[in-house]
């Protein structure tokens, strides 16, 4: 059974630093692309940042970009988001998420297999 599980959210205050985790299970995660999305309050899911199977190829949104950053751990079925400089704006459930490709995406639409998600919450 595959499984992806994130940890690592909580409360901060804005300017503030989190890192989530997503440890995978269940099928070789290190042969395939990871990525974060997220999804506020009233909104839609939207993406974050993805990295590819070797860690050669990665994606950030620009609401992210030089703030946020995704790496995978050496056993690689680890996913990593380090995000700094938080702003409210970034509250949001943080999902883990897998596709069956070892090419990254952007597209929710490719990812086939997702966590349960992590909550995140910017205080002002």
């Known amino acids: 059974q595959v499984q992806l599980v994130e940890s690592g959210g909580g409360v901060v205050q804005a300017g503030g630093a989190l890192r989530l985790s997503c440890e995978g299970s269940?099928?070789?995660?290190?042969?395939?692309?990871m990525a974060w999305f997220r999804q506020a309050p009233g909104k839609e899911r939207e993406f974050v940042a993805a990295?590819?199977?070797?860690?050669?190829?990665?994606y950030y949104s620009d609401s992210v970009k030089d703030r946020f950053t995704i790496s995978r751990g050496n056993a690689k079925n680890m996913v990593y988001l380090q995000m700094n400089s938080l702003k409210p704006e970034d509250t949001a459930i943080y999902y883990c998420?897998?596709?069956?490709?070892?090419?990254?995406?952007?597209?929710?639409?490719?990812?086939?297999?997702w966590g349960q998600g992590t909550q995140v919450t910017v205080s002002s």
């Open positions: 269940g099928r070789t995660f290190g042969s395939y692309a």
């Open positions: 998420a897998s596709r069956s490709s070892a090419v990254a995406h952007t597209r929710m639409g490719e990812y086939n297999y």
């Open positions: 990295i590819s199977w070797s860690g050669g190829a990665i």
